[in-house]
């Protein structure tokens, strides 16, 4: 019994080193976020995608697609649907949207799915998921430009309105007052 | 009297118009230009309540239209105060200096009376002009920095119509209450 307790400690020792390898088709994994901590109507959101391929082969004519953006939303920038003929073995590739929701409330962002050939011997595709960002809930407009905006160009126009009622009474006043000063003077 | 006669009020065109120098009633030009100011300013605060605090202009206009009338109203009842009021300082402060003024421009060519009528004429123009600007800017500066303390800094997560109700009541309020005093 004894023996055997030690026989099978040793078979799960090589057993989890096997499972440690990496695969030895390609296997990618996505990674979805976005850095904006607003979120708000018509406000530009920047997701970014990073696939690693994990395992040992190349991953081939992958397909990228991005279908939460479709409805109510618009892209502003990058693609909702690309591909890369290949992904090497341990490495990564990037690639961003940018979006700005045009209706404010909660939206359910999922995940973006791949799809790849995970060796040049398949002719099977394999679906892959991301992680999905979850409930979006989208401030509308007019809060956002209240509470986050920063109003810059506001503030210096409004300064360029208070010219007439402030700059030009203070330059007739101090007119007055030199010259009246100087002709005391002389 | 027959009906129309002016009544005869024992001064010459001269003292008359000497009076009407000195006296506390600010002239038609010096109102219209404290209308223009007052609708003015009280206007400018309007871009903050909409671009700053997202007043809805379209749909509640009613409000600024009322708020800025009231406000003009306080505001040149403001800049008449305070004219008064400075324009009796100023005309203290440039007597030499007009003095040196209008008998440097006429010298010995009119006679001492009249010299003395033209240096006073001239006094109360002077203090009537520097009076009005001085005002003006005066009151412009303390309802601008009430209005901003007040709508950017104490009212700020008020409702936009609330924030402005309260914002210009202060402002205005403050300005036309302290112009009295000397």
């Known amino acids: 019994m004894k023996l055997f307790g030690i026989f099978a400690l040793i078979g799960s020792a090589f057993g989890q080193e096997d499972a440690q390898q990496a695969p ?78 045009s209706k404010a409330g909660a939206q359910n962002i999922t995940s973006a799915v791949l799809n790849y050939r995970p060796s040049s011997d398949s002719e099977e595709t394999v679906r892959s998921f991301s992680s999905d960002y979850g409930v979006a809930n ?39 007052v030199a010259r009246f000063t100087k002709a005391k003077k002389n | 009297m027959a009906r129309g006669q002016k009544k005869n009020t024992g001064f010459s065109e001269k003292e008359l118009e000497l009076l009407r120098n000195f006296s506390p009633n600010t002239s038609s030009k010096g109102m219209a230009v404290f209308w223009i100011h007052a609708l003015y300013v009280v206007i400018v605060p309007i871009w903050i309540q909409a671009r700053v605090h997202q007043y809805p202009v379209g749909e509640q206009m009613i409000y600024l239209v009322l708020g800025t009338l009231l406000q003009a109203f306080a505001l040149q009842f403001a800049y008449k105060n305070v004219k008064n009021v400075q324009k009796e300082k100023i005309a203290l402060q440039r007597t030499e200096a007009v003095s040196a003024e209008v ?80």
């Open chain 1, 24 to 101: 030895v088709e390609a296997r990618l994994l996505i990674s979805k976020k976005t850095d904006t901590k607003i979120l708000a109507e018509n406000v530009d959101m920047t997701f970014t995608y990073k696939i690693y391929n994990i395992g040992q082969s190349a991953a081939l004519d992958v397909e990228f697609t991005e279908e939460n953006f479709a409805n109510d939303w618009s892209i502003v920038s990058g693609d909702a649907k690309t591909s890369w003929k290949s992904i090497e073995p341990d490495s990564s590739v990037t690639h961003e949207i940018v979006v700005k929701p």
């Open chain 2, 103 to 182: 008998t440097a421009q006429v010298g010995t060519k009119v006679a001492r009376q009249e010299l003395e009528d033209r240096i006073l004429w001239r006094k109360g123009e002077v203090a009537e002009n520097e009076s009005i600007h001085f005002s003006i800017l005066y009151n412009n500066c303390i309802y601008l920095g009430l209005y901003l303390l007040f709508s950017v800094i104490f009212f700020k997560n008020w409702a936009p119509l609330t924030n402005y109700t309260f914002s210009i009541i202060v402002a205005a309020g403050a300005v036309a209450g302290i112009s009295r005093t000397k």
């Open chain 1, 138 to 176: 989208i401030i509308p407009e007019n809060e956002f430009l209240r509470n986050h905006a920063s109003h810059g160009i506001d503030w210096l126009i409004f300064l360029v309105l208070t010219i007439p009622s402030i700059l030009f009474p203070y330059m007739l006043y101090n007119k007055s």
